[in-house]
């Protein structure tokens, strides 16, 4: 139906920038809702960052002023900006997207299979 597809992670040292680019495909009605999310080793997953069709953002604390989230509603695209990366940031990073989905025009959940982000010290 839909798929998303990430890019863009990689290893990089504390300080360091990484910017992770996701693209959805398919059956796409709308889109509403479009975010980041991670899981490091033992943790559970969580928010990183969210953008709503009209643009309007939410940041998890721990990444406020650092990482910064956009989107281009025409080519379907979210982009995560990542700055000042510390340690703690690394992370297997999974894109989400809340999709009207143009065949049935349920409102599904889709993921991304995740980008592994590694910050080194």
């Known amino acids: 139906q839909v798929q998303l597809v990430e890019s863009g992670g990689g290893l990089v040292q504390a300080g360091g920038s990484l910017r992770l680019s996701c693209a959805a495909s398919g059956s796409i009605f709308s889109i509403n809702t479009m975010g980041w999310y991670r899981q490091a080793p033992g943790k559970q997953r969580e928010l990183v960052a969210t953008i709503t069709s009209s643009g309007r953002t939410n940041y998890a604390d721990s990444v406020k002023g650092r990482f910064f989230i956009s989107r281009d509603n025409v080519k379907n695209t979210v982009s995560l900006q990542m700055n000042s990366l510390k340690p703690e940031d690394t992370a297997v990073y999974y894109c989400?997207?809340?999709?009207?989905?143009?065949?049935?025009?349920?409102?599904?959940?889709?993921w991304g299979q995740g980008t592994q982000v590694t910050v080194s010290s």
């Open positions: 989400n997207a809340d999709v009207r989905v143009a065949t049935t025009l349920r409102i599904l959940d889709f």
